[in-house]
């Protein structure tokens, strides 16, 4: 057997278990998974000792938006500086959003997004479709970016006059996804009953982040993911409901998965962790009561009084919640959260975090609220068939990608805007203390984090041409 990478010693932690074993990698593929040592005359080119950490599958970040433009602004991070940050934090593979606009045309957009990304990014890659205007064309595009690997689509039930489909485009692409196989992704808010109250606030005077969160109350993600399971049920669209925060929507979305509809509900790190109290309705020397202004983001951080939070955490156990992503969609405050220093309505929505993911949830683990199996789940395991990944991604077997991470569940990782490798001028969390490390990165059998840093290169990272989402598990 030829042999170009070992990686020796570590417990091999999966979505069902674990066990100590070596993983054996040749050229960009794992060759083998063997009980430790079975080989004793294999002569590699190099070894990586794991014994005392966790060898798991590199992360696959879900829901990114690189460059994204949103709010008169462009997201900070490039598909450089991003997917740099993402391999930093374990993860190997992003699912980044092609954004169309009204106006635009889809195939267009999946041209631009390619441009964007192709040669530029330090892990692989792959695409969604937001269609942000349906029409004939847009549904027409639909079916043929199946084919080319794109298999989700993104709807949003808010951002009147900007993303908002109305309810017959939502049937109409739910029909299209019903048709080619397609997985449909839900942004789930009420966007009409917000606009309404967002009025109402800032006619009060109410312009600071905080009224952010409380313009977007629970009830309106709620409505809107009630709608969005009503009209994937009566079309047989298979729903992903994407960066849930409200625990009303949550236990929806339970109930349908009860009731047996292929119903999938996304959480993400700043929802589990993060409080319209605490983060929205912060206030620093520097920025008064705009400090909240860094964790706008939507769906909105809720009310830890309510206690989302703790709900999100047992729906992440218990498997209503599929997925973590991060929604990765970073503002600097310099020039660009800044556009909203007179109303919250013009902050940028967004927060990064995608070099984080891996390290919150394993702090997740350590304090007992999920186990380590259930880590690698929802980080790589879970987004691999959600997302026409697994096989290649998502799991340590023979013939898969050699997308490894060694994490060391007695390192230490402080999370810092002095430290990030994000394109940001703030962490979201500053000061927060992992117990856990990213000790190595393979990414196709290259290592591109170790010791000494990243030592990966720039056009390292390949697109990835999905298949149609295992949308049954
Ligand atoms: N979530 C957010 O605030 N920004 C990114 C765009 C989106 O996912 O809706
Ligand atoms: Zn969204
Ligand atoms: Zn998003």
């Not at 839900?186 to 009224?211: C, F, K, W």
Request: a negative charge; charged letters at 20%.
């Amino acid at each position: 057997m030829t042999v170009t990478t070992l990686i020796k010693g570590g417990t091999v932690v999966s979505a069902t278990g674990s066990t100590t074993a070596d993983v054996l990698v040749d050229g960009e593929t794992i060759a083998a998974v063997l009980a430790p040592g079975a080989l004793p005359d294999l002569q590699p080119e190099t070894t990586i000792d794991a014994t005392g950490k966790y060898v798991i599958p590199g992360g696959i970040d879900a829901h990114t938006h690189m460059e994204m433009p949103f709010g008169g602004t462009n997201a900070s991070d490039t598909f450089e500086t991003g997917t740099r940050a993402a391999a930093w934090g374990g993860t190997t593979t992003i699912v980044d959003f092609v954004v169309q606009a009204h106006g635009q045309r889809v195939q267009d957009q999946v041209a631009l997004w390619h441009d964007k990304a192709g040669g530029n990014c330090a892990v692989d890659y792959a695409f969604h479709q937001i269609i942000g205007e349906v029409n004939a064309e847009s549904l027409k595009a639909m079916d043929e970016l199946i084919g080319e690997g794109i298999t989700s689509f993104k709807l949003f039930m808010a951002y009147p006059g900007v993303f908002l489909s109305s309810d017959g485009q939502i049937v109409q692409a739910m029909q299209a996804a019903a048709g080619n196989g397609g997985l449909i992704m839900m942004h789930a808010e009420n966007g009409s009953a917000i606009d309404v109250l967002v009025q109402q606030a800032l006619e009060r005077g109410e312009t600071a982040p905080y009224h952010h969160g409380v313009t977007r109350p629970w009830q309106t993600e709620q409505e809107a993911t009630h709608r969005a399971i009503m009209l994937a049920d009566m079309t047989g669209a298979p729903l992903y409901v994407v960066h849930v925060s409200a625990k009303q929507a949550l236990a929806r979305i339970a109930e349908a998965r009860d009731a047996g509809q292929n119903v999938f509900g996304e959480t993400c790190p700043q929802y589990l962790y993060l409080s319209l109290e605490e983060q929205l309705g912060a206030r620093s020397e520097q920025w008064g009561d705009f400090e909240g202004a860094k964790w706008v983001c939507s769906t909105p951080l809720r009310s830890r009084a309510e206690g989302h939070q703790d709900e999100l955490w047992k729906y992440l156990r218990t498997g209503d919640v599929t997925t973590v992503s991060t929604d990765h969609c970073p503002f600097c405050m310099k020039d660009q959260k800044e556009l909203g220093t007179s109303s919250f309505a013009k902050i940028p929505n967004g927060i990064g975090s995608v070099e984080h993911r891996m390290d919150l949830l394993f702090q997740g683990v350590k304090d007992g609220r999920i186990s380590k199996e259930r880590w690698v789940d929802v980080c790589c395991t879970t987004p691999a068939r959600m997302f026409g990944l697994y096989g290649k991604k998502g799991v340590i077997a023979p013939g898969a990608d050699a997308d490894v991470v060694v994490y060391d569940p007695n390192g230490h990782t402080s999370i810092s805007v002095d430290t990030h490798h994000m394109n940001m001028d703030y962490s979201a969390w500053e000061g927060w203390e992992i117990d856990g490390h990213v000790d190595t990165v393979l990414s196709r059998g290259s290592v591109i984090v170790d010791g000494s840093g990243y030592v990966g290169t720039k056009s390292h990272g390949r697109f990835v041409k999905r298949d149609l989402s295992q949308n049954l598990i």
